[in-house]
C-alpha cells in the first residue's frame, strides 16, 4: 500500500514559479513510477509528467522546458518544479504511484489528493 501527499500548490501571477511536492508512505518509493496529472475546470484529466524508477522522465508538450520533475529517493518525494507558468496552467494537480509490473506502462496504482494552482494574469 501507498499513501501519497501532495502540497505547494498556490496562487501566483502569470510568469511566476512554484514547486509540488508529493511525499510516499509505505511501500518501497523507487520501485514506483511516479506520474503527475491535472484537471483544469470543465476539461479533461491530462498527463503533465512522468519519472520512471530509473530517473527517466516525460513531459507533456504543453509543458516542455517549463516543467522539471525530479524525485528524491531518500525522503520518498517527487517534485514538480514549474516556472513560466501561464493561465491555462491553472488546475488541480494530482500526483499518482504506478507500482505494479508494468511501472509507468500500467495505470496508476495510487493516487494523492489534488493541490489546487492558480495562475493570474
Known amino acids: 500500500q501507498v499513501q501519497l501527499m501532495a502540497s505547494g500548490g498556490g496562487s501566483v501571477q502569470a510568469g511566476g514559479s512554484l514547486k509540488l511536492s508529493c511525499a510516499a508512505f509505505?511501500?518501497?518509493?523507487?520501485?514506483?513510477?511516479m506520474l503527475w496529472y491535472r484537471q483544469a475546470p470543465g476539461k479533461e484529466r491530462e498527463l503533465v509528467s512522468t519519472?520512471?524508477?530509473?530517473?527517466?522522465?516525460t513531459y507533456a508538450d504543453s509543458v516542455k522546458g517549463r516543467f522539471t520533475i525530479s524525485q528524491d529517493n531518500r525522503k520518498k518525494t517527487v517534485y514538480l518544479w514549474m516556472n513560466s507558468l501561464l493561465t491555462e496552467d491553472t488546475a488541480v494537480y494530482y500526483c499518482?504511484?504506478?507500482?505494479?509490473?508494468?511501472?509507468?506502462?500500467?495505470?496508476?496504482?495510487?493516487w494523492g489528493q489534488g493541490t489546487q494552482v492558480t495562475v493570474s494574469s
Open positions: 519519472i520512471s524508477s530509473n530517473g527517466t522522465t
Open positions: 509505505g511501500r518501497t518509493f523507487p520501485n514506483c513510477g
Open positions: 499518482a504511484a504506478a507500482c505494479g509490473p508494468r511501472g509507468l506502462g500500467g495505470p496508476p496504482d495510487y
